[in-house]
């Protein structure tokens, strides 16, 4: 983020007061031929504007018709692992960040990166969940919408976030188990089944799918621009000003 | 935050150009007398201003003098229970408020409400402020400046802290144990005198001193006011354009 320092803003002011009065005078030049005349003139219209500057900015303060609050939101990505929520959200994150409205996006894999030992029980989930929660509704009080992809599979959890966050969301990913096996680059699905990794979503834990999503995105039948679309169609119907 | 609808961004224009535009017809009428004239000048004026307007905006928009990134700080009150640090970065905060940059208030006990189940042995701590670094680098990745005050007793998280986040400036707050028992409203230090409170800083666990911290203030001797002073000038001088 940058700001204007009170310098720059001094100068472009003065920059365009020299450009707009030089206009004015050469217009008044070319219509009346007094060059001394059109120059008085151009000095009084300096001043003049210089003030009448000021004064319609003060009562353009006071006018509040146009200004919009910005309404951050919480994209909140749930599904299966390798459903392709991560995928998807990064398509979203990429095409929402064009509108230059602040944004984070939040990745299950990048948070565990940064705080390793958390579990995968259900209580572990749970509070790693509401931590979560907490983090995106900082970012919001800061007026910072957030995109995040959990697999979050507890209902439970999934109310929590709603109350914590404003504007909430839910985008279900959905896709068959077996799509998911097919799409498990990192072979977790195959660890689970093996019994190497306990707690796996899908396999020895269960993912209690969400009754009323936002939006239901069919991982199975539709393409990640196809989704892409109708997410950020959404989003700039009810939070995009 | 707030923002500017096209519209009303529309009708400023509109309202500025019309205000600008009849100061000059009357400006030329009063000179020259001749009112179809001076009607001419200003129609032609208002056309040519509207495009050098935006060639002037386009230029400045190349033009890099006096844009300044805004340097989001992480300011970390540290030191025993009770030994002011909250108050004092409330008052802080409070203080660099004033100056319309993104900021948020960190306190412990806040982030220990939203997830209670935090221990306070070694690990626990670590951990947990851990996460706090991550809460105040997401932040700081949309501009936005933390005030943060933990006991964080251990250097080791401290320097974590450090190594995640940007412009940390270690503020210690010292101020003698018979200082802090005296100000001990919550009765936290008797609870852990009596050993109903274990691991508890200053007591039964160790609080790691500073090596070189930014700011010391000697809560014994110095005045919260005296301290805000001499903070917010520290952090006006290195962060604040």
Redesign the interface.
């Known amino acids: 983020?940058?700001?204007?320092?009170k310098?720059?803003?001094l100068?472009?002011g003065i920059?365009?007061r020299f450009?707009?009065t030089t206009?004015?005078i050469i217009?008044?030049y070319v219509?009346?031929g007094?060059l001394d005349?059109a120059i008085?003139?151009g000095i009084?219209?300096s001043v003049?504007?210089i003030f009448?500057?000021f004064f319609?900015e003060r009562i353009?303060q006071k006018i509040k018709?146009?200004?919009?609050?910005?309404e951050p939101f919480n994209l909140w990505f749930t599904g299966l692992p390798s459903s392709g929520k991560s995928t998807l959200a990064d398509a979203v994150f990429e095409e929402l960040n064009k509108n230059d409205i602040?944004l984070?996006r939040?990745d299950s894999k990048d948070?565990r990166d940064?705080?390793p030992?958390v579990g995968f029980e259900r209580a572990d989930r749970h509070?790693h969940l509401?931590?979560v929660g907490?983090?995106i509704k900082?970012?919001q009080?800061?007026?910072?919408s957030s995109i995040a992809s959990f697999v979050s599979p507890y209902s439970e959890s999934r109310q929590v976030i709603k109350k914590m966050t404003n504007n909430y969301v839910e985008i279900y990913v959905k896709a068959s188990l077996d799509t998911c096996k097919k799409r498990d680059i990192k072979g977790v699905y195959k660890k689970a089944e093996s019994g190497e990794l306990k707690n796996f979503t899908g396999i020895s834990d269960v993912y209690e799918e969400p009754k009323s999503p936002h939006i239901v995105i069919d991982s199975d039948a539709e393409s990640i621009a196809e989704a892409t679309v109708k997410i950020v169609q959404f989003i700039k119907k009810n939070y995009l000003?």
């Open positions: 983020m940058f700001i204007e320092t310098k720059r803003s100068i472009k920059s365009w450009l707009a206009t004015t217009i008044v219509f009346f007094r005349l008085a003139a009084l219209e003049a504007k009448l500057y319609h353009w018709f146009g200004k919009q609050r910005i602040p984070e939040i948070i940064v705080i030992d509070r509401t931590r907490h983090l900082t970012l009080n800061n007026s910072v000003p």
